[in-house]
């Protein structure tokens, strides 16, 4: 009988060793797939995390009304209404002009292109960028443009 049991443990045949090294690799691309997702933030914004609902805001362009007064056309591209609190100069080289200009303006969630109005001091010819910055402390930066002359 002992014979028997042998001979029928010889006869059992285990999976061939190129598909178990297939379905390791296949495992192994699995998690390297699921990892991705997980540090690229794209599984946090699938579970209600991540980028969603957050505020967005695109500047559509500056008029420069004079050297002190400046009027930048912006509107909330998503996450709801934006309640921009501070004007913010900045020159060629990202350095602060002056002191915050203090504003109250709401940009609404609809996408509604609205005035922000800012008082600063310009110079003729100087290159500028205006960063709008809201209520929950984001900052959206305006294109360049030039102080009158």
């Known amino acids: 009988m002992t014979k028997r049991i042998t001979k029928l443990r010889r006869n059992v045949k285990a999976l061939s060793p190129i598909f178990a090294v297939l379905i390791l690799i296949a495992i192994a ?10 540090t690229s933030g794209y599984l946090g914004t699938m579970m209600g995390g991540g980028t969603a609902g957050q505020e967005k805001v695109a500047i559509e362009s500056v008029q420069v009304i004079s050297n002190s007064s400046i009027t930048l056309w912006a509107k909330s591209t998503g996450g709801g209404d934006v309640d921009v609190t ?10 602060q002009i002056g002191a915050p200009d203090t504003v109250t303006t709401t940009l609404p969630a609809d996408g509604t292109l609205t005035a922000v109005n800012a008082n600063v001091t310009l110079t003729a010819g100087t290159v500028y960028t205006a960063a709008l910055v809201t209520k929950v402390g984001n900052q959206f930066v305006s294109p360049s443009f030039k102080g009158t002359s």
């Open 86 to 95: 501070e004007v913010i100069l900045r020159d060629l080289h990202g350095d």
């Open 29 to 38: 691309v699995i998690a390297g797939i699921i990892v991705y997702m997980f």
